[in-house]
C-alpha cells in the first residue's frame, strides 16, 4: 500500500492515518489523502497500470490508500471502469463533436456511488470493523449494502423515511439492516455520527469519511486513461458533474490533482458542477464569491442531488475556482427534457444524472462553451433508480383493444 498523510483542506495540517479517523480536529474541515507522490514518481510508470488490464477500480490499487480488499468472484470486483462513449447521434443532435458519455450504470449497483462503497469497505475491512454504517438519500446506501453483501460485511443503513421506494427496496434485498427516520437526509446523518461513536462502528458517510473521495477519484482516472491521454485537443476539456454533498466533483479534482502531481497530466480538465435550481446552495456560494456554503431547503426531483447543507461544499468550491468552471444551476424540467433526449438515443438516467446534460445544453445557450469545446458528461446513475421519475418524463401508453384496427389508429396518431 502506498504511504499516505491526510491534510485538512480547510487549515492544511496534516494527521497520520494513526491521529484521525474522519474530519479535522481543529475545525472539522473534510480531509485530503496525500500520497507519497514522490516515491510514486520515481517507481511507477502509467503502463504499469494499462497493462497490468484489470477491468476495475482496482486496476488502481497502487494510487489508491488501501489495501486490496478481496471479495473475488463478487460485484465487488466489477466496480469502476464503466464504459466511455462517444454518442454519434447525440453529439450530431447537440452539434458538440467532441462529446463522451461516462455512464456510471454498469457498475453493481447502478450508480457512481459504487466507487465510493468499494474503497470504504477495504478499509473498514483493513480495520477490522466490525459495522459499517452510513446515512443516504438511497444510492449511497445501496452502494454500501450490496457491497458489503457481496463482503459478508454487516453494514447498517440510516435513510430518510422520504427515501424513493425503489432505493429503499434495493437496500432491503440485500440484507442490509435498514432503518428509516422520521426526518430530513441531515436527521439521519447526524444520528448515524452517533451511532458510530456510542457503538464504535466504522461511518462511510459522504463528506465526513476521507476514503469516499478516494473512490470517487477512480473515475478521474478513468477518464483520464480512457480519453485525456489518447486525444490530443487544443481546447481545454471540460467535465460537467452533477452535484448535490459535492463530494463527487470533489473526488474527480481528486484524481487529476493526483495524476498532476505525478506529472501523467499537464493541465487539468475543467470542471463544472450541475445543480438543480431547488437545491443549490453550492452553486449559490460560488457566484456569491463566498467559501463558506449557506445550508438552503432543497426541493427537486432529483432526490440523488437535493441536498439541505452539502457535507463537502468547501472542497466543492475549490474543485471549481482551481479548473477555471463554474456552476450551473438548472429547472427540474430542464432535467425531464434532458432525461428523455438521452433515452432517445439509448441512455436511461435517473434525474441527477442527466443534470449534468440538462447543464451542458445551457452552458452552449450562454456561450459559456462552444461547439468545438471537448466535453465529457458524467452520467452518475441508471434510470431504475427511479422509474416514477421516468413516468413523469414520458407520455402515458395508450391502451387500446387487442384488434389490428385500434393499433394502427394509434399508431397513425
Ligand atoms: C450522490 C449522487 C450525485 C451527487 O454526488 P454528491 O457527491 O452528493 O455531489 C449525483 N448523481 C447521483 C446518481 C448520485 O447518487
Ligand atoms: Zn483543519
Redesign the pocket.
Known amino acids: 500500500m502506498v504511504d499516505f498523510v491526510f491534510r485538512c483542506a480547510y487549515c492544511g495540517k496534516t494527521f497520520t492515518p494513526s491521529q484521525v479517523t474522519y474530519t479535522c480536529p481543529e475545525d472539522g474541515h473534510n480531509l485530503d489523502v496525500l500520497l507519497d507522490y514522490e516515491t510514486l514518481r520515481r517507481n511507477l510508470h502509467p503502463a504499469h497500470i494499462w497493462n497490468a488490464g484489470e477491468p476495475s477500480l482496482w486496476r488502481y490499487l497502487l494510487l489508491l490508500p488501501v489495501t486490496d480488499p478481496g471479495g473475488q468472484g463478487t460485484p465487488l470486483r466489477r466496480v469502476g471502469w464503466t464504459p466511455l462513449e462517444e454518442a454519434p447521434r447525440l453529439r450530431e443532435v447537440l452539434d458538440q463533436p467532441f462529446l463522451w458519455l461516462k455512464d ?1 450504470s454498469p457498475n453493481p449497483t447502478a ?3 459504487d466507487r465510493a462503497s468499494a474503497v470504504v469497505l477495504a478499509q473498514a475491512r483493513e480495520m477490522g470493523a466490525r459495522v459499517v454504517v452510513t446515512a443516504s438519500t ?3 446506501g445501496a452502494a454500501l449494502a450490496g457491497l458489503a453483501a457481496a463482503l459478508g460485511q454487516r453494514a447498517v443503513i440510516l435513510a430518510p423515511r422520504s427515501a424513493p421506494r425503489p432505493k429503499v427496496a434495493q437496500l432491503l434485498l440485500y440484507g442490509a439492516q435498514v432503518v428509516l427516520v422520521d426526518g430530513t437526509y441531515d436527521d439521519a446523518y447526524d444520528l448515524s455520527i452517533q451511532a458510530a461513536q456510542a457503538w464504535g462502528w466504522y461511518c462511510r458517510n ?2 465526513y469519511n476521507p476514503f469516499t473521495t478516494e473512490g ?1 477519484k477512480t473515475a478521474a482516472f478513468e477518464i483520464w486513461e480512457q480519453l485525456l491521454r489518447r486525444v490530443r485537443t487544443s481546447r481545454p476539456w471540460t467535465v460537467f458533474v ?9 473526488g474527480l479534482y481528486k484524481g487529476f490533482w493526483d495524476l498532476h502531481q505525478l506529472g501523467w497530466l499537464e493541465r487539468l480538465p475543467r470542471l463544472f458542477g450541475v445543480q438543480a435550481e431547488g437545491s443549490a446552495a453550492v452553486a449559490r456560494a460560488f457566484h456569491a464569491g463566498r467559501e463558506d456554503v449557506e445550508p438552503v431547503r432543497a426541493h427537486t426531483l432529483a432526490d ?2 437535493a ?1 439541505d447543507l ?1 457535507r ?1 461544499g468547501f472542497r ?1 468550491l475549490r474543485a471549481v475556482r482551481e479548473t477555471g468552471g463554474t456552476y450551473i444551476t438548472v429547472s427540474d424540467d430542464d432535467i425531464l427534457d434532458a432525461m428523455r433526449l438521452l433515452g432517445r438515443f439509448g441512455w436511461f438516467v ?1 434525474p ?2 442527466a443534470a449534468a446534460l440538462a447543464g451542458l445544453r445551457q452552458a452552449r445557450a450562454r456561450n459559456l462553451i462552444a461547439p468545438e469545446d471537448p466535453v465529457v458528461l458524467l452520467l ?2 441508471s434510470g431504475l ?1 427511479d422509474p416514477e421519475a421516468a413516468l413523469r418524463a414520458s407520455p402515458p401508453a395508450p391502451v387500446i383493444e387487442p384488434r389490428l384496427e385500434a393499433l394502427e389508429r394509434v399508431l397513425a396518431r
Open positions: 456510471e450508480s457512481f456511488k438511497g444510492n449511497a459522504t463528506g470517487k452533477p452535484v448535490g454533498d459535492g463530494n463527487i466533483i470533489s440523488s442531488i441536498v452539502p463537502d466543492a435517473e441527477a444524472a452518475t446513475g433508480k
